[in-house]
């Protein structure tokens, strides 16, 4: 009897070992692989343009890719830019949309292609005094066809693009794109029609509400905590996709604004073209 | 109880993954459709094509249109191909005003005076040699553009300075009661490709919108008149920047006397927006509208009284033609050939064409018939030649004594000119005050003109040809010689 007891109890410890602790065990390994939710924030701190177009598509990508980035919170404060990429990158958005909630959080200014990706998402949130809309489009005609003896081109637009006339009413049609984006982003909320939204004037944050441009006055906290509760997830993490997707902090020198021969920064782009761009105006007196 | 333990074994396997999800995650992501705009349906909006097609217009050779070129005008001459064309078409010549000659001189002669986006301020003498213009029947088009403001830069203080056209067009047009507000119209709803081009459909009925049912103006100011009347109002859906109030603006006005139009647009008359809905029909009118004006042609417009191209100058019996008159007629020659004018000495009239006659206030049977219709009256005095005096409507009865008078008067498509004077001593005179292609030193009412080309009265003796008169010349008495010497004191 008595050397009975021990191989008794090692295989009561051992039938408890297998049959409680190693579940657990293993259960809380395998446990340790779900990832902790994570609410990306994009930053966006400048114009719409090549450059950081391309910083936030990565981001954008890496928030879709990976499952953890359960929702992403776009902190703006542009006043947008070129076409092309305001357009690029609210694509991106509405891509990851369709699978993960996407918040906007407008600091100063999402004026124009700022407003256009901010509509690209789910839910929008100023300040009182933010600077939003300024729905239109703006560029610079190009120049009547002329010919040059040493320059020569296959065709009469070649060097030139479009007629000037031509390329109005591509900018007309490049609205219409921008008012369709409004209306779908923002639906029923939008409380005013195409001849009050197209005068392309910028309202502040509470003016914006009313006229049902946002969703909300709010910090970025609450927008986090807005997409968190959209994504179905507490106890998250927030993290900068920057850092995430790996994108370095370079500094770019990139020209977008037109710079005088004093040094002095323009609020004007240095190259003609089209922009979703709000252009303050400059000092003037009649 | 083996099935129990295995059942206790995956609950405590699943237990802590399930509970770690729960802890983050409190429900799975649906995927969802995510509506975009449909880029690919939009299209970009296309110009209205106007069928409207323009009648015949009359040639009118002979005419000259004048455009403004020397008030800080925002455009260049390229841009004014359309309105030259549709001039040289109907035989039309367009003059540039650079300043060559000034402004006066200019609406001598001139149809039409055509202004556009004016920056420089007009003086008064300009504002009311334009005034006097088109009170006699001249055609003033003031063409201003919102787009066409100049800049002027502040390097010190970074501020920009914008001078808008308005201003210096209103300084023009405030005495025709038609005023240019400093704004653009714009309408989002009912536009040509972009909100601030404008369209207007609704026309009063005036010769300038005959025909007319669509007008695209490519950035305007309104323009607003009491006593005339506008050509056309903007719908409501259009709106004044200056105040975003909407509905009834009008970008073009004509005055009250039809004679002065002012236009808020200018881009309209460029292609290719002239071609646009019914624009060009609207620029032919805006061409006959500057051709049609009656101008009435008096002394003042002197030398450009004549447009035949040859004036006969016809020297009645008096006149003899020697070698006194013959440099200043040289002159006067000149004078008019610089106006495109020819002069040829005829023995009668040739019955047509332009005529200058040349004659004395001693009305002879030749003479007679030029004068009849001004109602002249000569008043002789038998005993005191000089104290003849000749009475001038409008102006009374003048001692003849060194006086010029010019009359001039339109008959049937023939301009006369008549050139008296009271003696063949004063003619020559009076044909260099011709001669200098301006008779501001006249005294010139309607078509009567009277010159000082003598000397009246107390001169009018020539004194230096007949000798003065010598005055007795009384003799000095010599001097005393002084009675008593003045006494020498030592």
């Known amino acids: ?71 992403v919170v776009l902190v703006m404060d542009s006043p947008g830019g070129t076409v092309a990429d305001s357009e690029a990158v609210y694509l991106e958005l509405s891509k990851l949309r369709e699978t993960k909630p996407v918040i906007t959080s407008i600091g100063s200014m999402a004026a124009s292609g700022g407003y256009y990706l901010s ?31 040493d320059i020569v081109s296959t065709g009469p637009y070649k060097m030139w693009g479009s007629p000037r006339d031509t390329f109005l009413r591509q900018m007309e049609m490049i609205k219409q794109g921008f008012y369709q984006a409004v209306k779908l982003g923002r639906g029923d909320n939008l409380k005013i029609g195409p001849e009050v939204l197209l005068r392309g004037e910028i309202w502040p944050g509470s003016e914006a509400l009313r006229l049902g441009l946002i969703d909300a006055i709010g910090t970025e906290t609450e927008a986090i905590k807005k997409a968190a509760e959209m994504a179905l997830v507490s106890h998250y993490q927030v993290a900068d996709l920057r850092d995430l997707a790996g994108i370095e902090s370079v500094y770019y020198y990139y020209p977008f604004y037109y710079t005088t021969e004093e040094g002095i920064t323009t609020s004007y782009p240095a190259e003609s073209g089209l922009y979703l761009l709000y252009i303050p105006p400059i000092p003037s007196e009649k | 109880m083996k099935g129990i333990k295995i059942f206790i074994a995956i609950v405590l396997f699943v237990l802590p993954i399930v509970g770690r999800g729960m802890w983050f995650y409190r429900g799975l992501p649906q995927p969802r459709d995510v509506d975009v705009p449909d880029y690919g349906a939009l299209t970009v909006p296309k110009p209205p094509i106007s069928n409207a097609e323009a009648e ?67 003086t008064i003498d300009e504002v009311k040699s334009v005034q006097r213009f088109v009170e006699r029947g001249g055609r003033l088009l003031i063409l201003t553009d919102p787009t066409r403001n100049m800049f002027y830069y502040d390097y010190y203080t970074y501020a920009t300075f914008i001078f808008s056209d308005v201003n210096s067009a209103n300084n023009l047009l405030s005495p025709f009661d038609i005023v240019i507000s400093d704004d653009h119209l714009y309408n989002l709803v009912n536009n040509e490709g972009n909100y601030r081009n404008v369209l207007f459909e ?19 100011h309104s323009v607003h008149t009491d006593s005339g009347t506008d ?14 109030a909407n509905g009834g603006f009008s970008a073009a006005a004509l005055s009250a006397d039809g004679n002065v139009l002012a236009v808020g647009d200018f881009t309209f008359f460029m292609p290719p927006y002239n071609q646009v809905a019914d624009n060009a029909l609207f620029i032919d009118h805006i061409v006959d509208f500057l051709l049609e004006g009656t101008r009435v042609f008096d002394l003042t417009n002197f030398p450009y009284l004549f447009n035949a191209g040859i004036a006969s100058l016809l020297p009645t019996e008096e006149v003899i033609l020697n070698s006194d008159i013959f440099g200043p007629l ?19 009239d040739p019955g047509e064409g332009d005529l200058i006659v040349l004659g004395l206030f001693s009305p002879t049977e030749d003479l007679t018939p030029y004068l009849e219709p001004f109602g002249l ?14 009475l001038v409507p409008g102006f009374g009865e003048l001692k003849r004594s060194g006086l010029g008078i010019l009359l001039f008067r339109q008959e049937g498509g023939r301009n006369i000119l008549i050139s008296l004077a009271d003696t063949a001593d004063d003619l020559p005179m009076l044909i260099s005050v011709l001669s200098y292609g301006d008779i501001s030193s006249c005294l010139v009412r309607e078509n009567i003109a009277v010159c000082g ?38």
């Open chain 1, 1 to 71: 009897m008595s050397e009975e007891k021990p191989n008794t109890t090692r295989r009561r410890v051992g039938n408890i070992l297998l049959g409680i602790v190693l579940p657990l065990v293993a259960g809380i390994l395998v446990a340790a692989f779900i990832p902790r939710p994570i609410i990306g924030v994009i930053y966006l701190n400048d114009a719409i343009y090549s450059y950081s177009a391309r910083d936030m598509i990565t981001q954008i990508t890496y928030a879709r890719d990976h499952p953890e980035v359960r929702a």
């Open chain 1, 119 to 149: 509509v690209g998402t789910d839910y929008i949130f100023a300040k009182p005094t933010s600077e939003v809309g300024n729905v239109g489009v703006i560029g610079y005609l190009p120049p009547a066809p002329m010919l040059y003896e």
């Open chain 2, 56 to 122: 015949e217009s009359a040639s009118l050779p002979g005419r000259v249109v004048l455009v403004d070129y020397y008030h800080g005008n925002q455009f260049v001459i390229s841009e004014i191909e359309a309105l030259t064309a549709a001039l040289s078409e109907r035989g039309v010549r367009t003059e540039v005003d650079t300043g060559y000659l000034s402004l006066n001189t200019y609406l001598k002669y001139v149809s039409a005076y055509v202004i556009i986006s004016p920056t420089v301020m007009f």
């Open chain 2, 202 to 220: 609704e026309f009063n009925d005036l010769e300038l919108t005959q025909g007319l049912e669509q007008i695209a103006f490519y950035a305007t």
């Open chain 2, 231 to 244: 050509l056309f109002i903007s719908d409501e859906n259009t709106f004044s920047s200056q105040t975003d």
């Open chain 2, 330 to 348: 040289a002159s006067l020659q000149s004078t008019l050939r610089n106006v495109n004018v020819d002069l040829t000495i005829v023995e009668e």
């Open chain 2, 377 to 390: 009256e000569l008043k002789q005095e038998e005993d005191d030649e000089s104290k003849d005096t000749i």
């Open chain 2, 453 to 490: 080309v003598g000397f009246a009265d107390k001169y009018y003796q020539e004194p230096w040809i007949e000798g003065i008169p010598e005055e007795p010349v009384e003799e000095e008495p010599p001097i005393e010689e002084m009675a008593t010497p003045i006494p020498v004191v030592p």
